[in-house]
């Protein structure tokens, strides 16, 4: 009676240690990626959700895929193409697979500067085209 107590309460203090973990910090991401998709005019609420969610997952997390290429572009769609190349080059260290990518992102950052963002083709990644 004591021994089939005892396994219970192992397999219990098991499983509750198989509890799921996120390995990435998203915060609000999915809801105002919905609202900025519904409400292009939301894009200052959204870059703050990116914002936010970047200053949350540096200190003790990995900022979670794509995160840093979005606030790029979103910050290159309003003109600062500075910026954008900055978190363009973040992405590419965070996340070395995509550095061909970022590349070529970053190439067109520096050769749209004079351009107007509307005449660059520039969009978010997560905006459709037509």
């Not at 499983?15 to 919905?34: D, F, I, M, R, V």
């Not at 409400?39 to 609420?45: G, H, R, W």
């Not at 978190?87 to 070529?104: G, I, V």
């Not at 749209?112 to 520039?122: E, H, I, N, Y």
Request: proline share 7%; net charge positive; hydrophobic share 35%.
């Amino acid at each position: 009676m004591k021994a089939s107590r005892l396994s219970i309460l192992a397999i219990a203090v098991i499983c509750a240690g198989c509890g799921q973990t996120t390995k990435y910090y998203w915060g609000n991401y999915s809801k105002s990626l919905y609202d900025y998709q519904q409400n292009p005019t939301t894009q200052a609420s959204h870059q703050a959700a990116l914002e936010s969610i970047i200053a949350s997952g540096e200190p003790t997390r990995k900022v979670p895929p794509g995160i840093y290429a979005e606030l790029g572009y979103l910050k290159l769609s309003s003109g600062d193409s500075g910026g954008a190349i900055a978190l363009f080059e973040k992405e590419k260290s965070a996340w070395p697979e995509s550095a061909l990518m970022m590349d070529k992102a970053v190439l067109n950052a520096r050769e749209g500067k004079d351009k107007p963002p509307a005449a660059t083709g520039v969009t978010p990644a997560s905006l459709p085209t037509s």
